[in-house]
T-cell receptor, first 113, second 116 residues
Framework: GNSVTQMEGPVTLSEEAFLTINCTYTATGYPSLFWYVQYPGEGLQLLLKATKADDKGSNKGFEATYRKETTSFHLEKGSVQVSDSAVYFCALRRGGGADGLTFGKGTHLIIQP | NAGVTQTPKFQVLKTGQSMTLQCAQDMNHEYMSWYRQDPGMGLRLIHYSVGAGITDQGEVPNGYNVSRSTTEDFPLRLLSAAPSQTSVYFC???????????????FGPGTRLTVL
């Protein structure tokens, strides 16, 4: 079956530090890959996505590249801000319409001033 | 365009009570789904629907019922609540993917349910 593994944290960084959150996946076929972000007390928001190998998704300074050879989709940001403090979820979804999202367990990111 | 809406935001039930969590979307999405979020578990799929009149089970369907009479609405029913159903529930919707295409799911704000 499908699965997503990501570092669980909490990950604590200082403001302006470089961020990497690792994500690897197992899936049949060619899934689309997503990063969602959940701010305290809120629902999930799509942060970025990639739909095929070597695609790079980017948004708000965050980037992730779909690496089929390593089955990975690591999230990176060059300079984090306090406002980036949230829980980040890596997820995959296979094409075809009937499949839901398979999520990792989430990474709690804490940015200190 | 309200997106995906959920009611109520908070609910406390006693064991054995029943209730319905409401979900609606105004984006004309064919696909709708329910997830539960538990600490350290991420989100897990409960039930989903690929269109009006069509529903199916996800990863953790036991104790929950769904129906889809319209494109817009996808209620989740707890027939006899149990403490193990204490969780945060999220509804999501998307276009149904063509073969090989997985569209983005959009999430509602969630319902925090406590079962005593």
């Amino acid at each position: 079956g499908n699965s997503v593994t990501q570092m669980e944290g909490p990950v604590t960084l200082s403001e302006e530090a470089f961020l990497t959150i690792n994500c690897t996946y197992t899936a049949t076929g060619y899934p689309s890959l997503f990063w969602y972000v959940q701010y305290p007390g809120e629902g999930l928001q799509l942060l970025l996505k990639a739909t095929k190998a070597d695609d790079k998704g980017s948004n708000k300074g965050f980037e992730a590249t779909y690496r089929k050879e390593t089955t990975s989709f690591h999230l990176e940001k060059g300079s984090v801000q306090v406002s980036d403090s949230a829980v980040y979820f890596c997820a995959l979804r296979r094409g075809g319409g009937a499949d839901g999202l398979t999520f990792g367990k989430g990474t709690h990111l804490i940015i200190q001033p | 365009n309200a997106g995906v809406t959920q009611t109520p935001k908070f609910q406390v039930l006693k064991t054995g009570q029943s209730m319905t969590l409401q979900c609606a979307q105004d984006m004309n999405h064919e696909y709708m789904s329910w997830y539960r979020q538990d600490p350290g578990m991420g989100l897990r799929l409960i039930h989903y629907s690929v269109g009006a009149g069509i529903t199916d089970q996800g990863e953790v369907p036991n104790g929950y019922n769904v129906s889809r009479s319209t494109t817009e609405d996808f209620p989740l029913r707890l027939l006899s609540a149990a403490p193990s159903q204490t969780s945060v529930y999220f509804c999501a919707s998307s276009y149904s993917g063509a073969p090989g295409r997985a569209d983005t799911q959009y999430f509602g704000p969630g319902t925090r349910l406590t079962v005593l």
